[in-house]
């Protein structure tokens, strides 16, 4: 192929937007420019001032595969990761069988290389007896076979439950790669469900949701992952941070271990406990959305740095499974090819710069997980890359999920994923380029 001069475009990363033309060839950045230069023989996109920025990171999603294929698989979620400007995805680890051994992490790299359209990672999956596994493939160099050691503080989808103290603190203990904690206390739950059984039988509205998954579940088992890092100097990433409480407690976190990241996901910033009553199973998720002004805080955190990167927690479910009475609907929102628009959505809307976007989407996510060459829009880089039209509103329809529905369906986005690249291949044109992410570990945070 020859190279590609994308001219006339508004250029945002995680540090300035400004007027400009980029240009790649053999799927990597070769000039980034602000007056278009000449380059013989370039195929010439007139951007038309859309935005062009780097294409998204998306560090949690559940692609289902192996084991959950019914709802999902890596090629369908894939395709619709990139078609919602993802292009690159770290998958978690509670699939069947649990991904908490490198032979389950081959598996997944050789089945994502043969289906994939999005480059693609994979989290390893920790339990409460694995740590000194790990620990061993990291002294072993293996720690590029995986991005990071999934934690699982409180149940959910797969049921990979950590619950062991002496566990949690091995694990925290670990060097080289970071920690992402799902942060629930699974005592005040079971104690919330059995209150709500006792009120309700098993006609429990999905109205409950956010009082059995409570903000007091989050908030404990946060604080617990928060002090644990703190005093182990741990590189730790909070995941789908649902509550005010928690962003006050991570703000402050941080002061004490830079190395302590959050993550939030479009759920928490576009819908609230008002929903609950009309969409039921739809909007059923762990953590359970809260209310609105939990949104709002969440929201600011976004715009001050707080939140530092957006996950999607992509994890599809049929329609038939989520339109099922409370107890027996499981939890997750199949979101990935809506995140990037949703957000950006919410950004115009409450005047938080594209930059922040460039930095939550795919700079900062590439810095907490060592992605090399990915993530950034410089010299060098792989060209996974997204054209943007902020201007473009419109309804959103029938997503390219497996499972075929999303919860924003329905809702009204204003800006469109326009084009995508994947290692300079565009999306769409019938040839896929995606690539395994090679992990490099960071500096260790300090007490």
Not at 173 to 192: A, F, P, Q, Y
Not at 256 to 273: H, K, Q, R
Request: proline fraction near 5%; charge should be negative.
């Amino acid at each position: 192929m020859p190279p590609t001069l994308l001219k006339n475009a508004l250029i945002v990363t995680g540090s300035f937007a400004t007027r400009g033309a980029l240009a790649f060839d053999g799927g990597r950045i070769t000039g980034i420019w602000q007056e278009a230069p000449f380059i013989p023989n370039a195929i010439e996109i007139d951007l038309g001032g859309r935005i062009l920025m780097a294409g998204g990171i998306d560090a949690h999603v559940h692609f289902r595969e192996p084991g959950l294929t019914w709802k999902a698989d890596m090629e369908s979620e894939s395709l619709a990761a990139a078609m919602g400007g993802i292009t690159t995805f770290l998958d978690m680890p509670n699939t069947a069988p649990p991904t908490t051994a490198l032979e389950e992490i081959e598996w997944k790299l050789s089945r994502a290389a043969a289906t994939s359209t999005a480059n693609y990672g994979f989290h390893i999956g920790a339990t409460n007896t694995n740590s000194a596994q790990i620990r061993d493939y990291l002294e072993s160099g293996l720690g590029n076979m995986f991005a990071g050691i999934k934690v699982f503080m409180g149940s959910s989808t797969g049921n990979m439950l950590v619950d062991k103290d002496l566990a949690l603190e091995d694990l925290f203990r670990i060097k080289g790669k970071t920690i992402l904690v799902h942060c629930e206390d699974e005592g005040t739950i079971k104690s919330n469900l059995q209150k709500a059984k006792d009120r309700y039988g098993d006609n429990i509205p999905f109205s409950e949701h956010l009082f059995i998954r409570s903000r007091e579940a989050c908030v404990k088992s946060t604080r617990k992952a928060l002090d644990l890092a703190i005093k182990y100097g741990t590189r730790l990433h909070i995941l789908h941070v649902s509550t005010k409480e928690e962003v006050r407690m991570i703000r402050e976190a941080k002061l004490l271990n830079p190395g302590i990241t959050a993550e939030t996901s479009a759920n928490y910033l576009w819908f609230s406990d008002e929903d609950y009553p009309k969409m039921e199973g739809r909007l059923k998720c762990n953590p359970a959305v809260k209310s609105a002004s939990d949104r709002k805080a969440l929201i600011e955190a976004l715009k001050d740095g707080t939140i530092d990167t957006i996950g999607s927690d992509h994890a599809p479910h049929l329609a038939e499974e989520k339109a099922k009475s409370y107890l027996n609907c499981p939890s997750g929102l199949p979101t990935i090819q809506q995140s990037l628009p949703a957000v950006m959505t919410i950004a115009l809307r409450e005047g938080i710069p594209l930059t922040r976007l460039a930095s939550v989407f795919s700079e900062k996510a590439s810095e907490v997980f060592g992605i090399q060459d990915r993530g950034r829009l410089e010299e060098g880089c792989y060209a996974d890359l997204v054209v943007i039209d902020p201007n473009k509103e419109y309804i959103v329809g029938k997503p390219a999920y497996k499972c075929g529905w999303t919860p924003y369906e329905g809702q009204t986005f204003k800006g469109s994923v326009d084009m995508v690249w994947v290692n300079g291949e565009l999306i769409g044109a019938g040839k896929k380029a995606a690539m395994k992410c090679d992990f490099a570990p960071g500096p260790h945070s300090t007490q």
